[in-house]
């Protein structure tokens, strides 16, 4: 089953602008990542957020991790067009470092 | 650096032929392997994994089978493909514990 579920399934907004995109997950887990795949590529590691860590930024990129809740959020600021993607969390299976969990994944499309 | 390579880009393969799909990383020793399968906007599949030569371990009762006769190549292979095995398959790796995997370009399979 999976265990992260990203919502909404696709988001369509203006460059500029800034999205949101969240992910809810049904086990404890050790860390949440989020990865970016532009259609038909392979996947782009963005982040990375422990559950120790509440919030972590990376440029644009803004990550929170709310364990209480099973649930995290990325927000990109200040979208632009080459920001279309499809964006999944991933979660750490059973505590294990070797394997990840992926969520379905939220497309994202930026509106020049 | 390190670098993954997938091939073929696309295939398109009858129902009932083999398949041999082929990934190799470079730049690393001993990688954690893995095969994923992602169907047309779903989330990605674990098909397999391999932290050694020799060691694979199956996530899902398939038609699909995985090898590791080299530290740094990982193929998929099938005797008989079914129709249910087209998909976008992508190979991945990561180091030690670490949990960031990186993801090759992946390969594009329609079975006919």
């Known amino acids: 089953s999976q265990q992260g579920e990203e919502d909404p399934q696709a988001l369509s907004i203006q460059e500029g602008e800034n999205a949101t995109m969240n992910c809810s997950y049904k086990t404890s887990i050790n860390n949440l990542q989020w990865y970016r795949q532009n259609s038909g590529r392979g996947l782009v590691h963005l982040i990375l957020?422990?559950?120790?860590?509440r919030e972590k930024h990376s440029g644009r990129l803004r990550v929170t991790l709310d364990t209480s809740k099973k649930s995290s959020s990325l927000l990109i600021t200040a979208s632009r067009a080459a920001d279309t993607a499809s964006y999944f969390c991933?979660?750490?299976?059973?505590?294990?470092?070797?394997?990840?969990?992926f969520g379905k994944g939220t497309l994202l499309t930026v509106n020049p | 650096s390190q670098t993954i390579h997938q091939w073929p880009a696309t295939l398109v393969q009858p129902v009932g032929s083999p398949l041999s799909l082929e990934c190799t990383v470079e730049g690393t020793s001993n990688p954690n392997l893995y095969w994923y399968r992602q169907a047309a906007g779903r989330g990605l599949q674990l098909l397999f994994y391999s932290v050694g030569i020799g060691q694979i371990s199956s996530e899902v009762p398939q038609n699909l089978s995985a090898s590791r006769p080299q530290d740094r190549q990982f193929i998929l292979s099938s005797k008989k493909l079914l129709l249910s095995d087209s998909g976008f398959y992508l190979c991945?790796?990561?180091?030690?514990?670490?949990?960031?995997?990186?993801f090759g370009p992946g390969t594009r399979l329609l079975v006919l």
């Open positions: 957020i422990r559950s120790n860590e």
């Open positions: 991945a790796w990561s180091v030690g514990t670490q949990e960031t995997q990186y």
């Open positions: 991933a979660t750490d299976a059973g505590g294990s470092n070797y394997k990840l969990t």
